[in-house]
Each structure stands twice: as C-alpha cells, then as structure tokens.
C-alpha cells in the first residue's frame, strides 16, 4: 500500500511539472493578427484527399473556393481515394477553374496500401502552388484561413505550420466531449511543439513548403501502414527542420469538422488514433501518454485502498492527486476554451472529466490489443 502510495505522489509531481510546461508555453505562441493591407504572393494550393465523403465534400470544396484569396494565386485539388459512394460524381459537378479533380488507383478498388499517404504525395506532386494547405474531406475552412496562413508564410517562412481545428457545434454529451477534447488537443499539441516536448499535430489544418515536402519524401518507408500520415510527416519535418516548425495561433485560421454521431463511431476513431502512436518512435510522447494514463489509474487505486482498508495515507495521497489534477486540467482547458470563444462549455467540465479519465484509462488498455480496426469501410 505504502508502495502505491509513494508512486502516485512522484507520478502527481511529474504531471504538476507538465501541466505547468504546457500552459508556460502555450501562453508564449503569439496570437497572430495578419497584417492590413498586405498584397499576398504566395501561389496555394488546398490538398484534399477524399474517400467516401459524399456527405461533406460538396461544403469543404466549396469553403476553398470561397476563400478571400486573389483567384490567380489559388487552387484545390481533390485526390479521390478510391470512393464506392457518390463523391467522384458530386465532384465532377464543380464547375470552376481552380477545382481540380484527381482520381487515385482503379476506381471502386481498395487494394493500394497507405492510400491516404498516396493521394497526399499524388496531390502535392502535381500541385502548382509553392505553398501547399491541407485539410480534411469532413471539414469546413474559415474565409480568411488561406489569407491568414500565406500571411504568417511570408511573414516567417516556417517549413511546416500547424493550425487549430475545432468541431463544429457538437451535440449531446459526446459531442460536447468532442469539443472540449479537440480544443485541449490543440493546447496541447501547440505547447508541445513550441517547447520542444513533443510533436503532435492533425492532418486537418496544416501547411508546408511544395519542394520541402518534395525533399523529405515523408510516406517513402512506410505506404504499408495504413495510417499516421500526420505523425510520419512532422516527425520527418522534425527531424530536418527542427526550429522551422510553427504553431499558427490565430482564430482566422481555426478549421471546423464534425463530431463522431455515436459513442461506436467515436470508440472506432479513437482507437485508430491509438493505433497509429505505436508508430511514433519519440520516446517522451509515450512517456508523457503513459504518465497521464498511470496518473490516473494509480488515483482510482488509491482512493479505493484508502476506503477499503481504512488506510489514511493512500486516502489522503489519492485525494490530493484527484484534485490537483481536476485544478490543473480546468486551467487548461479554461485556456483553450477562451481561444476557441467556447468558455460556456466549461459548465460540462467535472462530468467530461470522469468519463475522460474511463475513455483514457480503457483506450490506453485496448488500444496494446490487435483489434479490427476499419477507415472508411477498410480494414487497417
């Protein structure tokens, strides 16, 4: 009992320290506000691989080619991956200059392995811009999101730049989940960045160099993984450009996707995201994963010992851990909700937080599992 006791008090000091490190950090990356009256130079091209999203594609598409963005500088390819739904057809009924349309493989197949990976690479290849802006099928982009990121570009010049996605007026406690967990994400995974900690970012809203994607030839070793084109690409960034990836924190720029309709979708998406850190060889995230996972658990335990062998110290250790953590994570996510403007979901915040703390704890269990895990009606 002593022993648990002693390992939760040095597991609670290491995530004071974190905790501290993220809001450190966070509260470091300037908002950016663009500059007024700047003429843009920078050819872009939006990359948008789609497989099976004949619900959302029409509207994304659309919001790229609404941009406030001078129309000879601006482009948006589409790589369809393959869809078996009415994507392709939705498509081809886009009528405008910029809008090209690219079709990856042998239509109606599902054999090409990394196929994500692929229609990304196939996309950049054959892009005209120097500055290429990716984003997800499911999502809608801001009017003033390219405006926004070329001005950052020219402004700084980064390599590769990451930027918040937020979903778009979730419903329900698990779309509320959902909101707040996006929101925290991107506190996290800016700090992270900017302190060097960790580097973690979400293939919705990213953008780099043409030729330094080119370069670094990212999906090169590994096509036959299904997932992970976000982790492999930063992590390849990383590796060569160290001090030239940025965190663009600024509203213009936040990217709007939709909520997972049902705890099974949810459950599904989560454990692909597990799945995919295995493939992530920095050390300090899997530390720092298994560091929140065991805070947590050796609370649970603790309280319970205390109650059930009335034993004052694992009690009043598990105690003081439970609420520290529920003080640092509310500061935390307090941060992120007033960048987002979403301070009024705060109110959800001590229910979210125990079905967080039975979300991680049971993710982190399943996810070591070899479950069937299926994207966009493929086995991954």
């Not at 811009?129 to 003033?144: E, F, M, Q, R, S």
């Not at 096509?223 to 990836?245: A, E, R, T, V």
């Amino acid at each position: 009992m002593y022993f648990i006791s002693i390992i939760l008090f040095a597991i609670t000091i290491l995530y004071i320290l974190l905790q501290f490190v993220y809001l450190i950090y966070w509260n470091k990356i300037k908002k950016f506000e663009k500059p007024a009256h700047v003429i843009p130079r920078t050819t872009v091209s939006i990359i948008i691989p789609a497989r099976n999203e004949e619900e959302n594609i029409v509207s994304c598409v659309q919001s790229a080619l609404d941009q406030n963005y001078p129309h000879h500088l601006l482009e948006v390819i589409v790589v369809d991956d393959q869809s078996e739904d009415q994507t392709p057809e939705l498509l081809e009924d886009i009528k405008d200059s910029r809008f090209k349309l690219m079709r990856l493989g042998v239509i109606g197949k599902t054999t090409i392995q990394g196929s994500k990976k692929k229609a990304i690479s196939y996309g950049v290849a054959h892009a005209h811009g120097t500055l290429i802006i990716a984003t997800d099928a499911d999502c809608v982009l801001p009017k003033n999101w390219v405006e926004t990121i070329v001005s950052y570009y020219e402004l700084n010049a980064p390599k590769f730049i990451i930027g918040p996605v937020q979903i778009k007026n979730g419903k329900g406690f698990l779309g509320i989940f959902q909101m707040l967990d996006f929101m925290n994400s991107f506190l996290i995974n800016a700090s992270g960045i900017k302190s060097g900690l960790h580097y973690l970012c979400s293939a919705a809203n990213i953008a780099y160099d043409k030729n330094t994607f080119i370069q670094i030839n990212a999906y090169d070793t590994n096509h036959h993984i299904s997932s992970g084109d976000d982790i492999f690409l930063i992590h390849k960034m990383k590796s060569l450009f160290p001090h030239d990836i940025h965190v663009l924190k600024s509203v213009e720029t936040i990217v709007e996707t939709k909520a997972e309709i049902d705890l099974k979708h949810f459950i599904s998406q989560r454990l692909r995201w597990a799945n995919k850190m295995k493939f992530n060889k920095d050390w300090k995230v899997m530390f720092i994963a298994s560091l929140v996972w065991f805070q947590r658990i050796f609370t649970i335990i603790s309280i319970i010992i205390g109650f059930i062998y009335q034993n004052p110290l694992a009690l009043y250790i598990g105690w003081i851990s439970l609420c520290t953590q529920l003080v640092l994570d509310f500061i935390i996510l307090y941060q992120a909700t007033t960048f987002f403007s979403k301070k009024h979901l705060l109110w959800w915040f001590i229910p979210m937080q125990f079905f967080y703390t039975l979300y991680f704890i049971l993710l982190g269990l399943f996810s070591w599992f070899n479950l069937p895990l299926y994207w966009k009606d493929r086995k991954i």
